[in-house]
Structures are given as C-alpha cells and as structure tokens.
C-alpha cells in the first residue's frame, strides 16, 4: 500500500512540474507577444496610447491568471491526491 501512495506522489508531482514549466513557457511567449503588439501599436500611433495600454494590461492579468489557475492544479496534485488515495479504487477497478 504505502508504494502504491508514493509512486502516485512521485506520479503527481512530475505531472505538477511539467505542468508548471508549460503553463510558465507559454505564458510568458503569450505576454512576450502581447507586449510586443501593444509597443509597436502606441508606436505607430501615439494618440491610441491609452486604450493600446489599458487593453494590453487586461490581456496580460488574464494570459497571468492561467499561470495562477495551473499552479493551483499543481498544489491540489502535490497535497490532495496522494493521500492514501487508491487510484484504481477511483477507477472502480
């Protein structure tokens, strides 16, 4: 029983880790993108600087969220699932 409970902790917590690193890779190409657009729209027209901006830092708080929403799967894998938790119990097998 107790390997059962540590191969599902090591199991979750190479799911957590790789999860982590692609939400944390695309999330950053996404504000890296987004910053990009939005720097050369208020070059191209200074006078639109204020919506550009206030558009710009809506997107990035949500492209931010989706790295907050992984990271909160990846403690819920960590700290919730392999407590003693039978996966092929779940499974009904």
Known sequence: MEAEVLKALIAAMTA???????????????????????????????????KIMTTMLIGLALIESLAIYTLVVALLLIFVAPQGVSFTGLLGQ
């Open 16 to 50: 957590a880790g790789f999860g982590i690193a692609i939400a944390a890779v695309g999330c950053g190409l996404a504000m890296g993108l987004g910053l990009k657009a939005a720097v050369t729209g208020i070059a191209r027209n200074p006078e639109a600087s204020g």
